[in-house]
């Protein structure tokens, strides 16, 4: 079945330094979508992205998609303390309604 | 306001003792799902639903029963909970199945002794 791999699983960083999460996915995907988890909170939709080669940005945040829709990237410049929490990648598989989620990074910020 | 919400928020129970999680939503979203979070594992899906009536195992489905009998309500239910079903819960929705964003509940901590 479809796996979706993420890493790394933590990372700790500076106040102000950047963050880049990876996610992997073993098939090709329909399209990708990324979420945010607040320590305590549930999983918050951040983006869709749907081409190949797509880059979508957000203020701080640059989401890519690969060119072969495999694989996807969450880059945060300049972090701050409201960055903190765990950031989820979730691939899609064509003609599949399922959303299969990346294990997850785990983000904490050095004040 | 439009929300998911999930009941309840927490529960200790026993091995055996039957159980459900209630789970709503306001939005008349077509498609629901259950997930189950545990730490190093992530988001795993144990049940998605694409309308009233039709339902589909997600990848981990064993030990647990859903039903859709109305659009807006989409219960979880464990016949006979065993300790590794301990974990965090939470029910999402989206308007369909396909490309729509998931709306998620605020999660069911649930401890099976």
């Known amino acids: 079945g479809q796996q979706v791999m993420q890493i790394p699983q933590y990372q700790h960083v500076q106040e102000g330094e950047d963050f880049t999460t990876y996610c992997n996915s073993s098939?090709?995907?329909?399209?990708i979508q990324w979420y945010k988890q607040r320590p305590g909170g549930h999983p918050v939709f951040l983006i869709q992205?749907?081409?190949?080669?797509e880059v979508k940005k957000q203020k701080r945040l640059t989401f890519q998609f690969g060119e072969a829709k495999k694989n996807s990237s969450l880059h945060i410049t300049a972090t701050q303390t409201t960055d903190v929490g765990t950031y989820f990648c979730?691939?899609?598989?064509?003609?599949?309604?399922?959303?299969?989620f990346g294990t997850g990074t785990r983000l904490t910020i050095i004040p | 306001e439009a929300q998911v919400t999930q009941n309840p928020r927490y529960l200790i129970t026993v091995t055996g003792k039957k159980l459900t999680v209630t789970c709503s939503q306001n939005?008349?979203?077509?498609?629901m799902s259950w997930y189950r979070q545990d730490p190093g594992l992530g988001l795993r899906q144990i049940y998605y639903?694409?309308?009233?009536?039709?339902?589909d195992k997600g990848d981990v489905p064993e030990g647990y029963k859903v039903s859709r009998k109305e659009k807006r309500n989409f219960p979880l239910i464990l016949e006979s909970p065993s300790p590794n079903q301990t974990s965090l819960y939470f029910c999402?929705?989206?308007?369909?199945?396909?490309?729509?964003?998931?709306?998620f509940g605020p999660g069911t901590r649930l401890t099976v002794l």
């Open positions: 999402a929705s989206s308007v369909t199945a396909g490309e729509s964003t998931q709306y």
């Open positions: 098939t090709t995907l329909s399209n």
């Open positions: 992205l749907v081409k190949s080669g």
């Open positions: 979730a691939g899609r598989n064509f003609g599949n309604e399922k959303l299969t």
């Open positions: 939005m008349n979203h077509e498609y």
């Open positions: 639903s694409m309308n009233v009536e039709v339902t």
